[in-house]
């Protein structure tokens, strides 16, 4: 069972009840919650600097905007303030974050909001550099920009809880008895807020939307009113519903999430509809696979998650239909399945709601990922036609290039590390600055792999990282894609790492496998190109020849 994480909350008011709300909230990852006491402002991170941080824990930093800044307190208060003081203030409290997530594995800063007392400004709201709510955006503007650097600091929108609490985010009774700002329905939405960014750092996010055809996508029965009759786009409020729902699921793929079908139809009429229809926002081309036909939904989602290489937790399937719903909750309970409304009106309301998509960025990657599942799907017939599995290797006209580790690959080297979960040597997450902080250290090393082929740049797939010593290099960690295993990319890896090792006066190189209930993939792959030494630990003598794989054109990073 994995171990709670570690969760410590610096605010500048009372933080009993979202302590509580953490502390007791059964959604994963389950937290041991720590809270410090009230503080003002930069000292309020001093303050936490004083008590010495503990390495991998996640760090909430919440405060109000008239205590960070005696500025902006003057100026809610009416006085004629200068906008750079105000300012100054913001920069002072960002480099004590700055400081503390040196430190820290995160830190998570919910943006400021206007205290209740001071909510009804009316025209003077947005004044240029007066009005306190143009200021505060400016000082969110001033605190994203001087938290740019800090990889691992992330600003929650707290806006969104408030508004979810409606009438109740706050009650001044609370305020003057406990010094607790916000009603309890805030602190049940930061809750959540939370939870999701702490899934997206860890790489839990969902991968997959699997919907249905029939009364989701669009509205009707497509085998018994044909394409042509279909509610979709046009003048009618079901019609643009179920178009303004696809527009939400197409912006979903430009966030790294793929689409899949699951739905009782004939595929070739399913497959008419979807190319012909004029107000189709979603074509195939957005759809990384499918499963139309007339089989049971939960065998054919659980069929379309495997040929993606994807695992049920990845999954989430949306139906209008609750007994559908209902048949693959019971089937596959890692698949999430919510409840979905009955009115199209609702869906696209209903789809924003989920949190199971955060993630830390979006990569290039990510953008092209239905186009990758598709491309793999043609491999996969010419594979099939081809007269040996060599042959089909010579055929791709692999590229591997090998890069350092850098600013521009960083972001997907953190992103790799944290999702991959087959071939994965070490399973070991880390975010992106404490990847920063591992591969300056001396004798340390990283590499980050892009793959190609005739039918697609899969962008950087593959990671494997070094320590070198005097005479034993080990292997420390070693990460490809899903998408890219069984091409021999894991053999250029792992010639390039030996290689590398051999020129800085290795003789032996070591690994030591982690097993995880999913890394099986990795465990073959060492067990057929490296001698067991003990339990878990593989090696690879430098006396004898490594040969890449020939097929495959290396190109290499600078040694």
Excluded at 67 to 96: E, Q, T, W
Excluded at 157 to 170: F, I
Excluded at 232 to 261: M, P, S, W
Excluded at 480 to 504: D, K, N, P
Aim: glycine fraction near 8%; include cysteine; charged fraction near 20%.
């Amino acid at each position: 069972m994995t171990e709670p994480l570690l969760l410590e909350i610096l605010a500048d008011f009372n933080p009993a009840n979202l302590e509580g709300y953490l502390a007791n909230d059964a959604r994963t990852p389950l937290v041991n919650v720590r809270a410090y006491p009230m503080g003002r402002g930069a000292g309020l991170v001093l303050q936490r600097l004083d008590h010495g941080s503990a390495q991998g824990s996640v760090v909430i930093v919440w405060t109000q905007p008239h205590r960070v800044s005696g500025a902006f307190a003057a100026l809610l208060d009416g006085d004629r303030i200068d906008l750079s003081d105000i300012l100054n203030d913001v920069d002072l409290f960002a480099a004590g974050i700055a400081s503390l997530a040196a430190s820290a594995r995160a830190v998570f800063v919910p943006t400021w909001v206007l205290p209740d007392a001071h909510r009804a400004f009316g025209l003077l709201g947005m004044r240029e550099a007066s009005g306190p709510v143009n200021v505060l955006s400016r000082m969110h503007l001033r605190l994203s920009e001087r938290l740019a650097s800090s990889p691992n600091v992330y600003l929650l929108d707290a806006q969104p809880w408030l508004q979810a609490a409606g009438k109740d985010a706050h009650n001044p009774r609370l305020w003057f008895m406990s010094k607790i700002p916000f009603g309890n329905a805030v602190f049940k939405e930061a809750v959540a807020g939370i939870k999701a960014a702490l899934n997206a750092i860890a790489g839990n996010t969902r991968k997959l939307v699997v919907v249905d055809l029939d009364n989701t996508l669009w509205g009707g029965v497509l085998g018994d009113e044909g394409w042509e009759n279909l509610r979709l786009g046009g003048h009618d409020a079901a019609g643009e519903a179920y178009a303004e729902f696809q527009r939400a699921l197409k912006c979903l793929t430009r966030r790294g999430i793929v689409l899949g079908i699951v739905s009782k139809n004939d595929e070739p009429a399913a497959i008419e509809a979807i190319s012909r229809h004029p107000e189709m926002v979603l074509r195939m081309t957005d759809f990384a696979g499918w499963r139309i036909n007339w089989d049971d939904k939960a065998d054919n989602v659980a069929s379309l998650a495997a040929a993606l290489n994807l695992g049920l937790q990845s999954v989430v399937f949306i139906d209008d239909n609750p007994v559908e719903r209902d048949r693959v909750r019971a089937a596959l309970p890692e698949v999430l399945t919510p409840d979905w409304p009955v009115s199209p009106l609702m869906f696209s309301q209903a789809l924003a709601s989920l949190d199971c998509f955060d993630t830390v960025a979006v990569t290039g990657e990510d953008r092209r990922r239905a186009a990758a599942y598709q491309a793999e799907a043609v491999r996969v017939q010419e594979r099939d036609r081809s007269g040996s599995y060599d042959e089909w290797l010579r055929g791709l006209k692999l590229k591997v290039r090998v890069s350092e580790l850098n600013e521009a690959n960083i972001t997907r080297i953190a992103q790799l590390l944290n999702k991959t979960n087959q071939m994965n040597l070490s399973t070991r997450r880390m975010t992106a600055a404490e990847i920063e902080a591992w591969a300056s250290t001396p004798g340390h090393k990283l590499w980050a792999f892009r793959v190609l082929d005739k039918f697609e740049d899969a962008g950087i797939t593959g990671i494997a990282s070094m320590a070198v010593g005097s005479d034993e290099a080990w292997i420390v960690d070693f990460v490809l894609s899903c998408r890219v295993i069984g091409r021999q990319v894991e053999e250029a890896m792992l010639y390039q790492a030996l290689t590398y090792a051999s020129e800085h006066g290795a003789r032996v190189v070591s690994a030591e496998y982690v097993p995880t209930p999913k890394n099986g993939p990795c465990l073959r792959f060492l067990e057929r190109s490296g001698e067991n030494g003990n339990g878990h630990i593989f090696r690879w003598n430098l006396q004898r020849p490594f040969a890449p794989p020939p097929h495959i054109e290396l190109e290499t990073a600078t040694r």
